[in-house]
């Protein structure tokens, strides 16, 4: 089955920066949306920035200026930059693919990597 590996993930300190990268086994990677999606206890869990195949960004407003999605098809990764990053954006981070569709009739989800943020 399709599998994604998040990574990236840490402690740090408050307006200090973190890349996240989620790596995907599908051999169609190219030819769908991603997503990362963050969710912090006891807190539904949200959409942060999708990524189309053609390379048109979307970012929630509280990302917008800070994080930025990309994707490198050739490795079958997707990255999210985090800059200038609050203690709210504590969370545990997943990558979703393919993002407003389905493969196999089935959407996909990484594991998960924590973004801890201090003061």
């Known amino acids: 089955q399709v599998q994604l590996v998040e990574s990236g993930g840490g402690l740090v300190q408050a307006g200090g920066s973190l890349r996240l990268s989620c790596e995907a086994s599908?051999?169609?990677?190219?030819?769908?949306?991603m997503a990362w999606f963050r969710q912090a206890p006891g807190k539904q869990r949200e959409l942060v920035a999708s990524?189309?195949?053609?390379?048109?960004?979307n970012y929630a407003d509280s990302v917008k200026g800070r994080f930025t999605i990309a994707r490198d098809n050739a490795k079958k990764t997707v990255y999210l930059q985090m800059n200038s990053l609050k203690p709210e954006d504590t969370a545990a981070y997943y990558c979703?693919?393919?993002?407003?569709?389905?493969?196999?009739?089935?959407?996909?989800w990484g594991r998960g990597t924590q973004v801890t943020v201090f003061s």
């Open positions: 599908a051999k169609i990677f190219g030819l769908n949306d």
């Open positions: 990524l189309t195949s053609s390379g048109s960004p």
């Open positions: 979703n693919w393919p993002y407003g569709g389905s493969w196999n009739g089935r959407t996909y």
